[in-house]
């Protein structure tokens, strides 16, 4: 095991697998950065700092600056990834998957069920979301509801290090398009990760972050920080609650949450996308129709408004969801007993 920051385990996996496979291409805006300036190539290798190293150890064929395009990024990745190879795409920020949701949706998506399972399409999309930086609604937002709602996508939100070593291992390993969402304020965060070169993390197996028999708290990403630290509170009150990583919500680990609240009787769903048509409005779906029995108390939401995100750093923070919502959420849970 070896300590390091999220970046950092983003970075080496990726290194990694360009090594054991010289099918592995990494392509984007600045992935490599410095071409025409007086640094040169590899003067910024990535603006979150995740292919730095990576031009000078493989090369312009394998570390590829595109133009300022995401659609020429996505669709130059599903191209190379019919051509056989396996292609590591990052679109800078999640924002502008608009600019390029034609060649997502209507082409990667459906690659493989159109052309009959006779086809694969193994492209990974990593995409920085969210906010907490005051970079304004148009490079702040989440944008994890689009994409889960895609059939033919895959769809990975990882909250530590060593899940996003194991699980985007897995995703540049698999078959099938990959969405990879890794939230910008985990970039820097640190936590032990596992060193083997083949370690990796089915998708569809969340993580039990916390256990507890009182509430059922259910998140992905940068929320499970906050519902962990909301938990630890709420432990001192002696409120013991069950925090569910779900790592990837496509697939969906529907046996990990009815499990849990069928225990608990108690569910509180944290997003920080806003409240119409949500993630958090979709696991609220799946317990009222799948577990309603079980329900001991109406379901919370934690969640932004349904407005764009603020600029001004106050607005921002009241906008986001925080660890004491979740608590709030939780404690109001109780009330019905």
């Known amino acids: 095991m070896a300590k390091m920051m999220y970046r950092d385990a983003i970075r080496n996996t990726i290194f990694q697998e360009m090594q054991r496979d010289e099918r592995v291409v990494v392509l984007g805006e600045d992935v490599v950065g410095g071409n025409g300036t007086a640094g040169g190539p590899e003067a910024i290798g990535g603006i979150w700092s995740t292919s730095t190293g990576f031009y000078e150890a493989f090369g312009p064929n394998r570390v590829i600056d595109t133009p300022i395009s995401e659609s020429a990024i996505m669709g130059a990745a599903g191209g190379l990834a019919l051509a056989g190879k396996r292609p590591v795409a990052e679109i800078m920020f999640a924002d502008f998957i608009g600019v390029c949701m034609d060649q997502l949706w209507n082409q990667i998506a459906k690659f493989r069920y159109m052309f009959g399972g006779k086809s694969v399409c193994p492209a990974v999309i990593r995409m920085p979301v969210g906010a907490g930086y005051n970079a304004a609604a148009q490079h702040s937002q989440m ?60 998708f569809g197996h969340a993580r039990l972050a916390r256990a507890g028999q009182d509430v059922t708290i259910v998140a992905s990403g940068m929320m499970v920080r906050y519902a962990e630290t909301a938990a630890d509170d709420l432990a001192q009150d002696g409120i013991g609650c069950d925090v569910i990583d779900l790592r990837t919500t496509s697939p969906l680990d529907e046996e990990a949450i009815l499990d849990s609240v069928e225990v608990t009787g108690r569910l509180v769903v944290v997003d920080e996308a806003p409240p119409r048509c949500s993630l958090a409005t979709d ?12 329900l001991k108390a109406p379901i919370e939401m934690v969640t932004p408004p349904h407005t764009p995100v603020p600029f001004a750093r106050e607005l921002e923070s009241a906008y986001l969801p925080s660890p004491a919502k979740v608590a709030a959420a939780v404690r109001k849970t109780l009330e019905y007993r």
């Open 143 to 202: 944008i994890s509801q689009f994409v889960t709602n895609m059939p033919g996508i895959k769809v990975v939100m990882p909250t530590t290090p060593e899940d996003a070593c194991g699980l985007l291992r897995q995703a540049i390993r698999d078959d099938d398009p990959v969405v990879f969402l890794e939230h910008k304020f985990l970039y820097a965060m640190s936590g032990e990760v596992n060193e083997d070169p083949d370690f990796c993390i089915p």
């Open 283 to 294: 696991i609220s779906a799946l317990v009222a129709q799948k577990a309603f029995a079980s």
